[in-house]
Structure formats: structure tokens, C-alpha cells
């Protein structure tokens, strides 16, 4: 199972990895707790970040390479732990284009998008343009990879993007005075694209390779790619400014990324697919809860139907690949 986790909801290609777990529908209190509290550490990201930047003058290329740092030993330990297996097969040179290519959609582009957009936009509505990723996974397969779109998945894609617009527009409503809050809503939009890129490709890639040794070389390239960005357009200055920031990625790094994905990861082993992916949908209703007592957004009754809409749209879809793949 994949080991390190993504900017939305589930791990990197643990969306993809569902239909491959075997499917186990009892709920053990243990499954249960473990999985609620892996997506609620999960849904802490953005609250970090936020409060972040709103006690520490750093940038968001700065604090991702933090994040990265902290999180590189994980990713190095299960590439090694896979490579150092009997069973190991080479990759292709066309397998190690895949993984890199992806890699760099699904953590880089993605991760970079969304710390620069939550400088401008709430942790609520972030969590909600996230939470689309699924829904353009689907689209991306039916109109790149060919697969059929059925009713429930076209039910379910209208009620997200109903959801998205009734949220949306009830934060234009009361974020009046941001200039930004276009182009931050569009950063987390491409976020919400480029991982589900990743989402849609690694569900080619993994039956090929392995999800350990596709999750560890495809963060790896990742994690080059943030690095070099930050010898390019980074300062180093700005690493020095004391323990606060250092305190921040590794927060993000542990508690935001490695624990939840291993949490998940169990409670997909206890209690199966389907119940984790009900369970993990508490994150953007988490986040928006988080962000009104952490950070004092305000919480509004187009939120509140937005988010019930978006969470409705994807566990239909959630539910409609489940049943594909029995």
C-alpha cells in the first residue's frame, strides 16, 4: 500500500488501489477509529499551512520544501525497502518515464498549486475545490483512457459541481475585499486537475509496477522536483528564521502526510474499501470545522449545502467503482 500521502483526501494512488484491497464490509470499533483519525490528520494540511503563514513571513515554495525535507526519509526508506526485495523487476525505461512524469504532476504541480492558492482563499473552500479530483479522474478516464460514463457517475458529477458553485459563491459573497480570491480559487482548481492527472495515470501504472515502489519513486521524483525549484526561485534566508517555520514542516511533513497515510493504509487492511472511503469524506467537513475554530472563517448555509452536495457526488462515485470492479 502506498505509504505517503497526496494533497487531497487519500493517499497518492490509494484512490486507484481501492478496487484492489480485498473488500471486507464489517466495521470493527479499531477500523473505524483508526480510520477517522487518519482522514481527520489528513484534513489538518490546510489548517497548517494557513496558520503558517499567518504567524511566520515565509513563502509558500519555502514551506513546501520543508514539508519535502521532513518527508524524504520515508520516501527513500520504502524505495529501498522495495528494491531490496527478491521478487524486485527492474522498471522500463517507458515504466521510469510514467513514474517521474507522474510523480511530478501528482505531488509537485499539485502541492505547489494549492500552498500558493490557500494565500488567497479559505482552508473551507480549498478542501471543497480539492475534493473534485475524483470527479475529473472520471472524466479524464472516459475521454483519454476511453471508459463509458454511466448514469450514476453523471448524477454524481453534476451534485459536486452544484455543491462547488453553491460554496463558491457564497464565499465570493462575504470575501468581498480579496483581490486575489479568483486566482487563488484557480491555483487549487489546477491542483484539483493535475493530481487527478496523477490519479488517472498512476491507475495505469501501478498494475504494471507495484503501488509501494510507484507511490516511493513516483514522490521521489516529486520531492527533486520541489528541491530544484527551490535552488532556482528559493532563498535560503528564509530557512533561517527560526524554529517556528522548521516546527511548521514538520508538522505538516508528519502529522499532515506520513501518519494519516499509514493510518489509512490499516484501516483499509480492517475494514475495507468501501468504509474507508465513507469514512475519509468527514475531511472537508473537518476542514471547514478546523478552519472556523483554528482560524475563525466563518461557516455559511451555502458552505454547509455546497459541502454535503460535493461529499454526496463523490461517494457516488466512489460507490460506482466499487460495484464496477466485484
Same mark, same amino acid.
Given at each position: 500500500?502506498?505509504?505517503? /500521502? ?29 480510520? $477517522? ?13 494557513? +496558520?503558517? &503563514?499567518?504567524?511566520?513571513? +515565509? ?13 524524504? !526519509? ?7 525497502? %522495495? ?6 523487476? !527492474? ?7 510514467? +513514474? ?30 480539492? &475534493? ?12 483519454? &483512457? ?20 453553491? /460554496?463558491?459563491?457564497? =464565499? $465570493? ?5 480579496? !483581490? ?16 487527478? @492527472?496523477? @490519479? ?23 520531492? /527533486? ?28 511533513? @508528519? ?21 474507508? /472511503? ?9 476542514? @471547514? ?5 483554528? *482560524?475563525? =472563517?466563518?461557516? &455559511?448555509? =451555502?458552505?454547509?449545502?455546497?459541502? %454535503?452536495? %460535493?461529499?454526496?457526488?463523490? $461517494? *457516488?462515485?466512489?460507490?460506482?467503482? =466499487?460495484?464496477?470492479?466485484?
Amino acid at each position: 500500500m502506498a505509504l505517503v /500521502a497526496g494533497d487531497c483526501c487519500l493517499p497518492p494512488g490509494l484512490f486507484l488501489l481501492m478496487k484492489d484491497v480485498k473488500k471486507n464490509h464489517t466495521i470493527t470499533w479499531a477500523g473505524f477509529a483508526i480510520t $477517522l483519525l487518519g482522514s481527520l490528520l489528513f484534513s489538518t494540511k490546510a489548517i497548517i499551512v494557513k +496558520v503558517a &503563514f499567518a504567524h511566520v513571513a +515565509v513563502d509558500a515554495l519555502t514551506l513546501l520544501t520543508l514539508r519535502m525535507v521532513f518527508s524524504l !526519509p520515508f520516501y527513500s526508506g520504502a524505495a529501498w525497502a %522495495v528494491s531490496r526485495k527478491k521478487d524486485n523487476i !527492474p522498471l522500463t525505461k517507458r515504466q521510469w518515464t510514467y +513514474v517521474l512524469v507522474l510523480g511530478l504532476f501528482g505531488y509537485y504541480l499539485s502541492s505547489l498549486f494549492d500552498f500558493v492558492g490557500l494565500q488567497y482563499i479559505s482552508a473551507g473552500l480549498e478542501r471543497l475545490i480539492l &475534493f473534485l479530483y475524483p470527479t475529473f479522474a472520471v472524466l479524464i478516464n472516459t475521454f483519454v &483512457f476511453k471508459q463509458p460514463i454511466h448514469r450514476m457517475q453523471k448524477i454524481a458529477l453534476l451534485l459536486t459541481y452544484i455543491g462547488i458553485g453553491l /460554496a463558491y459563491f457564497g =464565499e $465570493l459573497r462575504i470575501d468581498t475585499h480579496n !483581490p486575489n480570491f479568483y486566482f487563488g480559487s484557480f491555483l487549487i482548481f489546477l491542483c484539483a486537475i493535475t493530481y487527478s @492527472i496523477y @490519479i488517472a495515470g498512476s491507475g495505469y501504472v501501478i498494475p504494471k509496477v507495484g503501488a509501494t515502489k510507484f507511490t516511493a519513486y513516483a514522490m521521489l521524483a516529486a520531492t /527533486a522536483g520541489i528541491f530544484i525549484h527551490f535552488l532556482i526561485a528559493g532563498s535560503f534566508s528564509a530557512l533561517q528564521q527560526g524554529a517556528d517555520l522548521w516546527m511548521y514542516g514538520l508538522l505538516l511533513a @508528519i502529522f499532515a502526510t506520513v501518519i494519516p497515510s499509514f493510518l489509512i493504509s490499516l484501516g483499509m487492511k480492517k475494514i475495507g474499501s468501501n468504509n474507508v /472511503a465513507i469514512i475519509s469524506s468527514i475531511g472537508p467537513v473537518s476542514t @471547514i470545522l478546523q478552519a472556523y475554530f483554528i *482560524l475563525g =472563517e466563518s461557516i &455559511f448555509m =451555502e458552505q454547509i449545502a455546497g459541502t %454535503v452536495l %460535493v461529499i454526496i457526488g463523490v $461517494l *457516488l462515485i466512489g460507490w460506482k467503482r =466499487e460495484t464496477a470492479v466485484k
